[in-house]
């Protein structure tokens, strides 16, 4: 008789695209929005915990057009066939509880959220399907001092976590006035307009020659193939070059420059006069040009946004894979999007915010060495002997009681030094040790780990000739010495 087939066991795997988060990371990426948060409360917003499943009809843009409604997002039926999805960003479930709530949220309202998030996309290097965002937004005004606003606090916040003056810059835009410049070019027809938004988007890349031509005619890329142009005249593509090489040596200049690009555009002066607004109103609060800049190359979120647009970029060089400098990049972005809640209401609900890269911004601190030493682990209570477990846990609650951080050994106590391993790898800065000697006369002692790391690493330095690594003290005074020799290390 043929033996039954033995079950597989499971595979002991991260599934694609997803990660698994321990110590460290998980403690300074709760400090760094820790702090954030303090920035945010302080200038009013309050916090809100959205649930972290929506229903796709609330997701708006991910509504199935076709056979899979779960596009884009991990979407599943529930019992009554109604379709829900994890929730793919901090803002569209902003937009249903204030459309759900308005009646008893102030006006406007100012709301941080902080959280996972999930995209049920291809993942790449440094790209996972659930990833930290951090957003801040205020719905119910258009006031342009609302933008101003979250600029500023933006930039506090980047200070605030450790990225200096000088090492980062907020660069803001306009959508109305890029809509001016489209109008001041006489093209009328959607698909061509979208081709020449596509267009400047690649100023960065192929400079003013190149897209003068891809806007005309077209241009012979690297490789030699022929990318087809706009097909603008001449006359048609100068408002574009001239938003694009409008970045002047000042502010002032900027927007004279601007003002020429988007001509006798209602829609293009209308932003234009946004941008005069909002500088002015970071220059009343002493925010200038080294920290926020008007900025006409930032194109961001074009079929989303409907006025101002920012993007918080770090200005500092890392290395790349091949040690070649490159400037670290855009962390934080967002802007003006006016008709997100309309889509529950039916009217137009003005709104402003903006989203911070978490996992980014962490790697940005980790790589300017600003996220602090490697984390403290706590202080272990080695077990000498099994049958004063009660003693050892009455020293732990001590330790804890006192706001120290401590913990009981609680494997097999007969081998004391693979305690000492286990402390090792804790990190753990202080190990108590006592035994029935120690009991018998009623001390303790208190091994400074740290100290001991750094004599076995250099024992010629003279500052730790006549410096013990362990003392005997007391039992009375255990929580005192665990607090000096901490505080020794701050």
Known sequence: MAKPAKTPRPRAETPKGFRDYFGSDVTERAEMLRRIAGVYHRYGFDALESSAVETVEALGKFLPDVDRPNEGVFAWQDEDEKWLALRYDLTAPLARVYAQHRNDLPTPYRRYAMGPVWRNEKPGPGRFRQFYQCDADTV?????????????????????????????????????????????????????????????????????????????????????????????????AEPVLAFLTSKGSDTNETLTNLRTAVGASEMGVQGVDELEEI??????????????VIDPSVVRGLGYYTGPVFEAELTFD?????????????????????????????????????????????????????????????VVVTVMDRDRMADYQAMV????????????????????????????????????????????????????LILGAMIAQDATLEEWKDRPSQYEVPRGALVDKVREILSGHA
């Open 140 to 236: 119910g005004t258009s006031s342009m001092a609302a933008d101003a606003e979250i600029c500023a606090m933006l930039a506090d916040a980047l200070e605030e976590v450790g990225i200096v003056k000088g090492d980062y810059i907020i660069r803001v835009n306009n959508r109305k006035v890029l809509n001016g410049v489209l109008e001041a070019t006489g093209v009328s027809d959607a698909e061509q307009q979208a081709a020449v938004l596509r267009t400047i988007d690649k100023f960065d890349k192929v400079g003013e020659a190149g897209v003068r031509a891809l806007l005309g005619k077209g241009r012979l890329d690297a490789s030699g193939a022929y990318i087809d142009g706009v097909g603008l005249s001449d006359e048609q």
């Open 279 to 292: 500088a002015s109103l970071l220059a009343a609060q002493g925010y200038g040009p080294d920290r926020i």
């Open 318 to 378: 890392i290395l790349d894979e091949k040690g070649r400098p490159r400037q670290f990049g855009s962390v934080a972005g967002g802007g003006r999007y006016d008709d997100l809640v309309a889509r529950f209401t039916g009217q137009r609900v003005p709104a402003v915010g903006v989203s911070i890269g978490v996992d980014r911004l962490l790697a940005a601190l980790r790589e300017k060495g600003r996220t602090g030493d490697k984390a403290q682990g706590p």
């Open 397 to 448: 609650g001590e330790l804890r009681r006192a706001g120290i951080r401590a913990e009981v050994y609680l494997g097999n106590p007969r081998n004391f030094g693979n305690q000492m391993k286990y402390a090792d790898r804790r990190g753990s800065p202080v190990a108590i040790i006592a035994g029935s000697d120690e009991f018998d006369r009623d001390m303790v002692q208190v091994k400074d």
